[in-house]
């Protein structure tokens, strides 16, 4: 369709319908073409009243219908384009329709309240399960975690525990009196040093378990293996 002098009609360029024969056209079968079986002839004036983005909207861009029409063909839900000419200027129309009862099936078909409950019913499935797989995964790891920092506790404890120990008893010792001759003295001298470094060791093995990632299990049996030799040596007469 083209525009014309009066804003409110459109006049027809080609139509799809002309290349029917009579018998196409007489779709009702009762050998005579009726008003809603004519065809429309090329100037033919259409109102467009009824579907105002017709002379505006869709001279710009493309646009559909957001509503049924009606005209004297039927009912319909259309669509349009702008045809443009070599300079870019629109001097006319496409419009393709189709029966507001095809697209209604359709449409019904497509979004019909069954078929969005159950797909609402599929992504709600979905997304739990995610949710669920993704919570149980995080409490396993808090549950790991949990469980490393009780290990490391005991470990850290029975570690300290015998530097400690060293210590005490050295600073006792000296502090009365008990280790008064040079012999002592260095001996006294060589134990505390060895226990500040074994405090330095827990120390750095201690920063070094709080950047753990949870799953470098080689530093809890270090750990763990080291506070074993030092136990026993400690059990030995």
């Not at 329709?97 to 209604?104: K, S």
């Not at 009365?176 to 040079?182: F, H, L, S």
């Not at 001996?187 to 060791?201: F, G, H």
Request: proline share 5%.
């Amino acid at each position: 369709m083209r525009r014309t002098e009066n804003p409110q009609e459109l006049a027809f360029v080609l139509d799809n319908d002309m290349l029917l024969t009579p018998t196409e056209q007489d779709e009702n079968g009762n050998g005579t073409i009726e008003p809603e079986e004519d065809i429309s002839e090329p100037g033919e004036p259409y109102d467009i009243t009824g579907v105002p983005l017709m002379g505006t909207t869709v001279f710009e861009q493309p646009a559909s219908d957001d509503a049924i029409t009606y005209d004297k063909w039927g009912t319909w839900i259309s669509a349009y384009a702008p045809i443009r000419n070599g300079s870019g200027s629109a001097v006319a129309i496409l419009g393709i329709d189709m029966r507001a009862d095809q697209f209604l099936v359709m449409t019904g078909s497509i979004l019909s309240p069954t078929r969005l409950a159950l797909i609402l019913l599929g992504v709600t499935l979905v997304a739990g399960s995610f949710l669920i797989f993704f919570w149980r995964r995080r409490l396993r790891l808090l549950q790991r975690l949990d469980a490393q920092r009780i290990a490391l506790v005991t470990i850290a404890s029975h570690k300290l525990g015998g530097p400690i120990a060293t210590i005490r008893w050295w600073v006792e010792a000296l502090s009365d009196g008990t280790a008064a001759n040079r012999k002592q003295s260095d001996e006294a001298r060589t134990e505390l040093q060895n226990a500040v470094e074994r405090l330095s060791d827990v120390t750095q093995h201690l920063d070094d378990a709080t950047t753990m990632d949870g799953t470098d299990l080689d530093l809890w049996q270090h750990l763990a293996e080291e506070t074993k030799r030092e136990i026993d040596a400690r059990k030995t007469p």
